[in-house]
């Protein structure tokens, strides 16, 4: 595993990253409460809550916004580590799948930024059975297995470090705390 560098003794960025429905938000929980340090949930739920379930291409430049506030919100708490349950990068994957020529040329940008500064992904993989839920939009096996592969290339094409975390929520919390320890010395 390729560690990308922390020069400046900043807390480190982990980010939980994949295609919904994959335990993300439960296996940021449980690193944040096993290591005793912050984690920044998703900002798009909120939105979503916030405005009835509707989210339009002219929303994208907001839910970007409140994404990077919940994460620097949890850097500035952590004292080694914030763990992120999603991040910039990954609004972009969901912008480009979602709404084709509309990410705002900033998120880019700034993901870019943000990812080339993140010290690990855990790629979270789909072989966890599907948890319907009214924000998700790929059930099928043919869209969970394009998702997987939109994530994972998102990861590579920037050569990004990244581990991937498989099998029920227990091994998934265990591999992720390895790659985690392994990070932290």
Request: aromatic share 8%.
């Amino acid at each position: 595993m390729k560690q990308a560098p922390n020069p400046t003794g900043a807390p480190l960025r982990v980010v939980l990253f994949g295609p919904e429905s994959t335990g993300k938000t439960s296996l940021a929980r449980a690193l944040s409460e096993r290591l005793g340090e912050p984690w920044a949930p998703e900002y798009v739920r909120r939105f979503w809550d916030e405005h009835s379930g509707v989210i339009g291409p002219g929303d994208l430049d907001a839910v970007a916004r409140g994404q990077v506030a919940a994460e620097d919100a949890a850097l500035a708490s952590a004292r080694r580590i914030a763990i992120l349950d999603t991040d910039l990068l990954a609004c972009t994957v969901w912008d480009d799948l979602l709404f084709p020529g509309h990410c705002p040329a900033w998120v880019r940008s700034e993901a870019d930024r943000r990812a080339a500064s993140t010290s690990l992904f855990l790629l979270c993989l789909t072989d966890l059975p599907f948890e319907p839920d009214p924000q998700r939009c790929f059930p099928d096996p043919e869209g969970r297995a394009m998702c997987l592969r939109v994530f994972r290339e998102a990861l590579v094409s920037r050569k990004l470090p990244f581990v991937e975390v498989s099998g029920a929520q227990d091994d998934r919390l265990a591999s992720a705390l390895g790659a985690v320890n392994s990070l932290l010395g």
